[in-house]
């Protein structure tokens, strides 16, 4: 099956995702987006799979789909790292064995195996928003939702969630990322762009990325390297984008 997530709004948004997608939605209306995923009304379907999001199997769904929400960011059930890791898991009535495999695994992955034993509070914002990252992949969702929290990690941790996120969607898969920052969706390998609670673009990302007029007129910046991409092709310094540092710099010395 190649659409495996499907939303539609009324007739005012409406798209599927197949598996192995990397989503980033951007504009004034994630915040009702999110809500309507969580809290399904009767203008809204959702589908997973072959199964729709309905009052009878909401908790099957719910087992697929995982969140981490910017509000809960704070919000901890364990009194250690470890446990707030290991909550879902043992929700699930994951084996001590199992769950021991997956957190060694998954806190060396994350650089987190030195806190294991500490207390949530007292960690910095990146290593939190990286915890709550680990206790949703541990549970091997296939729908991860992230709500605005990705701006809250310092710059080797964003580079270390992203490919973990890159590796996450190889594996099939689908990554929904709910931001505010144009740079992030360079990450995307598509974008929607919701505004006043309607879909106003949808498309591959440097598709959208190049939709210049009407980014300006929602008021959407466009990422510095796509305008320096922009500006080099304009004096023949390059042929295509080149939307990571690391590429750029290497057509740039051919």
């Known amino acids: 099956m190649n659409d495996y997530f499907k939303y539609r709004y009324s007739t005012d948004i409406d798209f599927n995702l197949n598996v192995g ?13 999110l809500d309507t995923l969580i809290n399904k009304n009767e203008k809204c ?53 199992d769950i021991n495999e997956r957190v060694a695994s998954l806190s060396r992955r994350f650089k987190l195996d030195h806190l294991l034993e500490k207390d949530p ?51 099939k898969g689908v990554v929904i990322n709910l931001t505010r920052d144009m740079e992030e969706t360079l990450e995307a390998d598509r974008i929607i762009i919701l505004y006043d609670n309607k879909l106003a673009c ?32 304009d004096y023949g310094m390059i042929d295509k984008y080149h939307l990571t540092n690391e590429k750029l710099v290497g057509a740039l010395w051919k």
Do not use: Q, W
């Open 21 to 33: 997608t990397h989503l980033a939605i951007i504009g004034n209306s994630n915040d009702f987006f």
């Open 45 to 97: 379907n959702i589908f997973i799979g072959d199964k729709e999001y309905t009052p009878e199997n909401k908790y099957y769904i719910r087992k697929l789909m995982s969140f981490v929400l910017y509000k809960h960011l704070n919000i901890f059930v364990g009194e250690t790292v470890r446990d707030e890791i290991i909550f879902g898991l043992e929700s699930l009535a994951y084996t001590k064995d």
């Open 121 to 171: 509070n007292s960690l910095g914002a990146s290593d939190k928003v990286k915890m709550k990252l680990l206790s949703s992949l541990i549970i091997k969702p296939n729908v991860l939702v992230i709500d605005s929290v990705l701006c809250e990690l310092d710059y080797v941790d964003k580079l270390l969630v992203f490919d973990i996120l890159d590796e996450y969607v190889k594996n």
């Open 202 to 233: 949808d498309g591959k990302t440097i598709s959208v990325l190049n939709e210049e007029k009407l980014l300006k007129r929602l008021g959407l910046g466009m990422p510095f390297i796509v305008e320096l991409n922009k500006y080099l092709m």
